[in-house]
T-cell receptor, first 113, second 111 residues
Framework: DTAVSQTPKYLVTQMGNDKSIKCEQNLGHDTMYWYKQDSKKFLKIMFSYNNKELIINETVPNRFSPKSPDKAHLNLHINSLELGDSAVYFC????????????FGDGTRLSIL | QKEVEQNSGPLSVPEGAIASLNCTYSDRGSQSFFWYRQYSGKSPELIMFIYSNGDKEDGRFTAQLNKASQYVSLLIRDSQPSDSATYLCAVIVQGSYIPTFGRGTSLIVHP
C-alpha cells in the first residue's frame, strides 16, 4: 500500500505549457505539502494545506496554484512553464501541523524543454 | 532568517565504523528536529525525530540534540554500505508550520 502517491512520476514538456501534478495520501493525515527540490538537492517548501485550508504559501510565482479538494488530496497546477521550473516536486503529508514528521511521495521529475 | 546548515560532504567512512552527521540551526526558537535519509533518485524517508535535549536511540541510529549550542547530530553505528545516502536535517520553529531543511550531507560507506 502506497502511503503518499503522486502522478505522474515523470513529466517532460515544452516551455509555456500548463501542467498538473496530483497527490493522494491514505494515512488519514490532516496536513499536506508541496516541496520543490532543485538540481542541488535543496528541498524547499512551497505550500501546505491543513484540512483543505491553505496554511503555508511561501514565495512562489503565482503561476503555481495548489488545490485541495479534500484532506486526502493535494494537486499542483503550473501555468506557463519556464525552464527554471525544472526540478523534482515532492508531495508530503503529516498527522498535523507544527512538530509532526512528514511522509513523502516518490516525487514528480519535471523537465522543461 | 531561519538557517539550517549541514556540511555537504561527502563523508566517507569504512563499513562497521560510526558515522557522525552534524546540523546547526540559527533560530533559538527551534523546537522540533528531524533526520531524513534520501537515496539518489528517491524521496526523503524519515529516520528519526527529537524534541528534547539529550540523546534518542533507535536501533543503530542515535540523534543528539544540544539546544544551548544549537546543533543536532545523527550517529550511525556499525555503518553499512546500504547507509550510503544523503541525510537531510529539518527544523521547525515553535509556533511555525514551516520546516526548514538543510542541504544535506552525502554519506558514503565503503566496504
Amino acid at each position: 500500500d502506497t502511503a503518499v502517491s503522486q502522478t505522474p512520476k515523470y513529466l517532460v514538456t515544452q516551455m509555456g505549457n500548463d501542467k498538473s501534478i496530483k497527490c493522494e495520501q491514505n494515512l488519514g493525515h490532516d496536513t499536506m505539502y508541496w516541496y520543490k527540490q532543485d538540481s542541488k538537492k535543496f528541498l524547499k517548501i512551497m505550500f501546505s494545506y491543513n484540512n483543505k485550508e491553505l496554511i503555508i504559501n511561501e514565495t512562489v510565482p503565482n503561476r503555481f496554484s495548489p488545490k485541495s479538494p479534500d484532506k486526502a488530496h493535494l494537486n499542483l497546477h503550473i501555468n506557463s512553464l519556464e525552464l527554471g521550473d525544472s526540478a523534482v516536486y515532492f508531495c508530503a503529508s503529516s498527522a498535523g501541523t507544527g512538530n509532526q514528521p512528514q511522509h513523502f511521495g516518490d516525487g514528480t521529475r519535471l523537465s522543461i524543454l | 532568517q531561519k538557517e539550517v546548515e549541514q556540511n555537504s560532504g561527502p563523508l566517507s567512512v569504512p563499513e562497521g565504523a560510526i558515522a557522525s552527521l552534524n546540523c546547526t540551526y540559527s533560530d533559538r526558537g527551534s523546537q522540533s528536529f528531524f533526520w531524513y535519509r534520501q537515496y539518489s533518485g528517491k524521496s526523503p524517508e524519515l529516520i528519526m525525530f527529537i524534541y528534547s535535549n539529550g540523546d534518542k536511540e533507535d536501533g543503530r541510529f542515535t540523534a543528539q540534540l544540544n539546544k544551548a549550542s544549537q546543533y543536532v547530530s545523527l550517529l550511525i553505528r556499525d555503518s553499512q554500505p546500504s547507509d550510503s545516502a544523503t541525510y537531510l536535517c529539518a527544523v521547525i520553529v515553535q509556533g511555525s508550520y514551516i520546516p526548514t531543511f538543510g542541504r544535506g550531507t552525502s554519506l558514503i560507506v565503503h566496504p
